[in-house]
Nanobody, 128 residues
Framework: EVRLEDSGGGSVQAGGSLRLSCAHS????????LAWFRQAPGKEREGVAC???????CYADSVKGRFTISNDNAKNTLYLQMDHLKPEDTGMYFC??????????????????????WGQGTQVHVSS
């Protein structure tokens, strides 16, 4: 059984930083792609960043240069380092996983249907 458990959300002022974590386990297939999505109230869930098992990464244009996705295979933990946060980054953040290698030039174009497994979400609030 694939399990994803995300954590690390919180409240921060604009310009601040947060690091999200996602403990992932239960799958043995390769290749695979891990990702972070976010969902603001009343809006569709959108892709933020992705990373494949060979460490290829992709980002939404809106977070390039501010967010960094990484995966520690030894700890089975996915991370999202978020710097220079903006109020528009506020939302519920979800980690996700899919069998296979997936990549988007602009990861905001990724949709929920592209990923099969999901964490429960962790809330991020950025105040101005």
């Amino acid at each position: 059984e694939v399990r994803l458990e995300d954590s690390g959300g919180g409240s921060v002022q604009a310009g601040g930083s947060l690091r999200l974590s996602c403990a992932h386990s239960g799958y043995t297939f390769s290749p695979y792609t891990l990702a972070w999505f976010r969902q603001a109230p009343g809006k569709e869930r959108e892709g933020v960043a992705c990373i494949t098992n060979d460490t290829t990464t992709c980002y939404a244009d809106s977070v390039k240069g501010r967010f960094t996705i990484s995966n520690d295979n030894a700890k089975n933990t996915l991370y999202l380092q978020m710097d220079h946060l903006k109020p528009e980054d506020t939302g519920m953040y979800f980690c996700a996983e899919v069998r296979g290698r997936a990549w988007w030039r602009d990861f905001s174009n990724a949709r929920m249907r592209h990923f099969h497994y999901w964490g429960q979400g962790t809330q991020v609030h950025v105040s101005s």
